[in-house]
Each structure stands twice: as C-alpha cells, then as structure tokens.
C-alpha cells in the first residue's frame, strides 16, 4: 500500500488545509495511507509524523493556517538532503512525500526529487509567483483582504485629504499589488517589475488633487524599489531568510516632501495570510489536492500540479521552479494608466 507523508513548508496562505483534505481524501479512497508532517521539512527531519485519515481532516476545509503546521527549515540548508530524510522515511514506511509549498519548498522538492525521493508537488503562496501555473491558492483570498483594506482606507484619506501610502506583499512580484490595487480603484500602483520617478509620481498627484480630488491612495508592493531605486529589507529572520518591507515609509516621506500633502502609511504585513480562504482559494486548493494524490496513485513523481485553464495537469518541478513568475509586461501594460 502506498503511504503518503503530507506537509507544508514555508510561509502559511489561507487555502493549506483544504488542499490538505483534498489529498487526504483523494488518497485514502485510492486505497493509499496517509501521514501528517509536523512543520515542513523540519518533522521529516526529526521523525515527527502523525496518521490522517478522513476523520482527522473534518471541519478544516474553511480554516486559515495549516493543522500541520509549517517552518522555512530546509534539508539542504539545515542538513544532508535526502539522507537526513531516510531515517523517518524508513521507520513510517512512507514512501512518497507530496509537499504543500512556495517556490523555495518546491524547488528542494525538486532537489530531493533528483536524488531519487518519491515526491509531487502543489503550490501554494500569496505571492502568486510560481511558474508554470495559472495561479496558486492563497492569492486570491490575500487580494481580497488588501481590497478590503483599501477600500477602507480610501473613505479615511477622503476624509481628512490625505495621500494614504499601502504596503502591501509579493516578494519581488508585483501581482497583488496590481490586482489589488486595481480592484480598489488606487490612483497609483509601484511594481517590482517597473520603475518609476518619484517626481513623476509626486507630479500625478498634484494634479489629481488641483482637479478636485484631493485624496490619493497609492498601492506599493513590498519588493518595489524606494525613491532612490534601493530594495528596503527589515534584516533577515532567524533561518537567515530576507524579510522586505518599509519601503513605503520611504516613498510617503518623498511625496509629502514633494507635494505638501499630509501623507500616512499602512503596512498591511501578514494580515493577508490570515484567516478563512475565499471560495475560490478553497476551490484552487482542494482541486489541486485532489490532482496531488492522483499523481501519487499513479506513479507520476516528480511532478507539480498546475492549474491551466480549467484544467488540472501536471508540469516537472525543476521547469516550475527554473525562474519566479513576475506580471508580465502585458498586463502592466493593462494597467498602465495606474502605473507611474
Ligand atoms: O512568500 C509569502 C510572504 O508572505 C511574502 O509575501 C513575504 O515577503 C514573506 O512571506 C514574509 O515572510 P515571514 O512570514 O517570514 O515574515
């Protein structure tokens, strides 16, 4: 009988534990068995397994967070690759690992995957920045909340006439910032992907204000350059991984410099990994996890599962994760009127 371990690892994403059921309920009608990694690569690592069946994965389709936990932990970084793997593999008897992960899980999934380990991948990450996919599960509830958020803090700049700066996610991809950003109709939206000129962006809302709109939002992804072209980090958490962030503070201070308008920020940070999925995400998720353990019943290793159109398919992880999917020019180009 196959015995399927399930985990999640890097950052958390709304949608986690629908893909988990998803799996598990796949699977164990297959006929396969299933485990529960504890905390990403980290319970592989140091044999912290627990059984999920049917029973254990109830009632968690519409929570937030992952029931098994996650960490940034990585065998390679933090051990001997596969081998520091062996160990638990041999003694639960599992023999196919299918990972829940970004682009950083996915990639030493893929490692692993070369060194001979059973393994499929899905991708999950608010930042919607896994190639070889449509979209992963998780982005769709994070552009939601920002949405939310702006909208709400648009009736407050409004109020008081101010510009009102969001920060918000992405890593070095622009996607939530561009759809957000559209969707809550802000004036302006930074990228990674673009430059920009400060003083053009200063100029535009001069000239929105003199018209009779004296307010402005502006949506500014965390991984876009600062005034000075500078990518802004907080340092480097305890894995050695870069945290961005704070780059708004930096452009909200040129622009009230530049235009005289009483500016405050909103740094939305990981409220938009939390909290329930959209049905969309809980859709996204529990399709794909569907499709994981598919892949595992039928021998196909190796693999991620993608979303394309509306189809399910399978692409090799070393093409999924070769490069990090930024908005392409087309669709910056859509929305170019919003771009400075
Ligand atoms: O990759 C998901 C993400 O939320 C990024 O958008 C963000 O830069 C990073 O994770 C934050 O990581 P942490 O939870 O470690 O602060």
Redesign the pocket.
Known sequence: MTHIGVLTA????PGLNAAIRGVVARATAGGAQVSGIEDGWQGLMQGRTRPLGRDQVRGILTRGGTILGTS?TDPYEHGEGLATLKPTLTETGIDTVVVIG?DGSLRTAARLGEEGLAVVGVPK???NDIAGTDVSFGFDTAVQIVTDAVDRLTTTAEAHNRIMVVEV???QSGW?AVSAGLAGGAEVILVPERPYDVEDLARRVLARHESGSDYSVVVVA??APDPSGERVTVGA?HMG?E???GVSNRIAAELERLTGYETRVMILG?L??GGTPTANDRVLATRLGIRAAEAVLDGDYGMMVACRGPEMILVPLSTAVAEPRSVPDSRLDEVGWFLI
């Open positions: 890097g950052g958390d994403c940034r970004g990450t608010i930042d996610m992405g890593r939530i965390e991984g958490d991984f945290r961005l962030g990981h938009q990994r």
